[in-house]
């Protein structure tokens, strides 16, 4: 009986927190200062939150701002191989 009472309060304390709104690209490209945060964070615990969507948007909109701070014009993609 205990058990049961104890597996629904995990059930239901894993049910209260909000998960964090996934923001874009260009998002976190018109907003430095949780940019810079949310890079900082990624890489402080990259084991965890490495391929989670804010670290890649993040890093991502990072990558291209220092791309064209630098004058590199952003890579177009290459034409798919597959033929009709």
């Given at each position: 009986?205990?058990?049961?009472?104890?597996?629904?309060?995990?059930?239901?304390?894993?049910?209260?927190?909000?998960?964090?709104?996934?923001?874009?690209?260009?998002?976190?490209?018109?907003?430095?200062?949780?940019?810079?945060?949310?890079?900082?964070?990624?890489?402080?615990?990259?084991?965890?939150?490495?391929?989670?969507?804010?670290?890649?948007?993040?890093?991502?909109?990072?990558n291209q701002l220092d791309?064209?701070?630098?004058?590199?014009?952003?890579?177009?993609?290459?034409?798919?191989?597959?033929?009709?």
């Amino acid at each position: 009986m205990n058990m049961k009472i104890a597996l629904a309060a995990c059930i239901a304390l894993a049910g209260c927190s909000t998960p964090e709104p996934v923001q874009t690209v260009d998002w976190y490209k018109d907003h430095a200062p949780e940019r810079q945060a949310m890079v900082a964070k990624c890489r402080a615990n990259p084991g965890e939150l490495e391929a989670t969507p804010n670290c890649v948007n993040a890093i991502r909109a990072q990558n291209q701002l220092d791309n064209a701070r630098r004058g590199l014009a952003p890579l177009t993609p290459l034409p798919s191989s597959k033929s009709p």
